[in-house]
């Protein structure tokens, strides 16, 4: 992790977006070789995003998010 989390979450949104994207092009690409591309850069990103992910638990960042949620009031209430 770059010891920033907000900036880990920043690049863990970025690879989000990229991945859907990927997804996009691998369901709907005609040319195998740009689909074969496209899934191998896919499984490179998923690879990328879990490291981060677990970094970022280790880091306690969900644990943080977790509490922040807990703490805020109900909407209705």
Known sequence: MSG???EEIRAVQGALARA??????IQHAENQLRRD???I???RLIDDLIERLHALNEA???????HLIEAEPDAEG
Do not use: S
């Open 4 to 6: 920033d989390p907000a």
């Open 20 to 25: 859907k994207a990927l997804r996009r092009i």
């Open 37 to 39: 591309a496209a899934i």
């Open 41 to 43: 850069t896919y499984t």
């Open 60 to 66: 306690g960042v969900f644990e943080r998010v977790v």
